[in-house]
């Protein structure tokens, strides 16, 4: 161990962290220092987050060799079980694996993807794994902009895969979307017409299907769900940039299935770096989350303000009876917000 | 012909309406001044959007007994045709019918849907049927703004069925699905697996699917397309409020399948007006766009602000680069923009 380190250590214990031992600690892959950056990106207080983009933009986005993985599927799929096998899978194979969670349902139950204290506890012990519990906070966009600043940390420290969860229930995972490269979504056979709770759209935006759970009796009818899926996938996908959505079986348990999903995603990046798609999608998800910010911050700022908290309630009641015009009652709110600032 | 209209009439060729000529034309069913009161809430001055807003203001949303249909599909497959021959059968039945369009394509080449003066002649001059052309904008918001507003005049006017038509090519489909009751997807059969250019998640939103031009040496084809979208639908949606989408088959030409599409149409409205949903919709819609409203109008005074343009270049360049951390970047910009103010 390294004295820097060391002393960023005693450090951290004592005070706050400065910039300088932050950045040190990450660079040189301390992955105390790494959770600690992250709590900081996670801080309600202001001079935290201050300290945090600091550190951010000290690294900027570094993952040029880095490839970032949604995983989403309803509750009862076995994501953990399945992240779990697949992220040992890859540790061995060497790679340095962060596992992260956008899950906006932690918000009211404090953790129901990560809460666990348990979860995961083998991956979160594998010298090559850093398993991060899911970052809470009171809006969709905050969580999911903690994420992607965890995600950026992550990379400065080197891991090389990250893997971000989120739950099949709905906005998370267009937020998840716009952070990953390769999204997989987490199926089980038989489970009925119902589309296993899977909400509409989410289908649209996996690269690819896994069929989970698809071993002992299971077996049969996970290849029957495959051949079912990419049959309706045929009508319902296209090709996008060089890749068609991949319907494929694992099993968390038997552990078969797994490499070749990490096959599927090492030939995902390798037809979107030759076609230059990667990287394009990068910038365009990074300016997105720019112009995501500035609305956010606009409208919290807005629905903040006093003077319209005061009127919104009656306004909004008018508006759903068809007794005030949308546009007319947005303008009355607006005019409210100008005059009070 | 009653006086009142006629001294509305003159006034109109002569000077700027007031609000209570335009109140009474539009209660007398004037299709003339229904069609200045429309000009007005599309207009791009401020005073004739006040006087457009204080006449929606007046009649509220009274859509109690009207039926809002959206309706989509890409160019070729036979929008106008169909719209024509729909809005025959249903104004032939004694409604009183009227097709509005939500363009965003319109923008640019001055109007792809409703240019054509000489389209939808038939129906624009039969007695229970009212044809406005496509609105323009400078935005996708400001468009669909513009339509909902000429739709509440539709209905204050006595209108009872709105067709409210779109091309399947984007974010028009969200806007016409956030403001009708009903969404119809035309499709043509044998026309590939490349889902005909429809983009991701409009299959998604339809009400209704009905494979057009199944007519002639057409038909089997069409009839073999119904039954697989019937089947990929089984996999990709869900019953939604009592309602699980369609497949139908139709022809313009022929007039065959025309009849089916208004039943599932009354079906729908049954079954949703009898579970509640069909209301409860309509105030959250209405209570959407009012978000909407503020969301829009607060953007673009950040975006016109002078200080905000001047860097907002070299700041986007550098979070696409990866130099600087997106959510620092936006709030450089915000901090810009409250400094100017």
Partial sequence: MKPAIDTARDLMKKKKPNKSVLIKGIEQGDRFILSRAITLAESSKKSDRVLSQEVLKHFGDQGQSSVRIGITGVPGVGKSTFIEAFGELLADKGFKIAVLAVDPSSQVTKGSIMGDKTRMEKLANHPNAYVR??????????????????????????????????????QSETAVKDMVDFFLLLMLAGAGDELQGIKKGIMEMADCLAINKADGENKNAAERAKQEYSNALHYFRQEEFGWHCKVLTCSSISKKGLAPIWEAVEKFVE?????????????????????????????????????????SKEKESKVMQGELPAYFAANELIEVFEKDK
């Fill in 271 to 311: 037809i979107r770096k030759t076609n230059g798609y990667f990287f394009e999608n990068r910038k365009q998800q990074r300016l997105k989350w720019m112009h995501e910010s500035i609305k956010a911050e606009l409208l919290a700022k807005f629905y903040a303000n006093e003077s319209v908290r005061q009127i």
């Fill in 133 to 170: 519990p899911s970052a809470s906070g009171s809006s969709m966009g905050g969580v999911a902009r903690k994420t992607r600043e965890a995600m950026l940390l992550c990379e400065a420290a080197g891991y090389e895969v990250i893997i971000v969860e989120t739950v099949g229930v709905g």
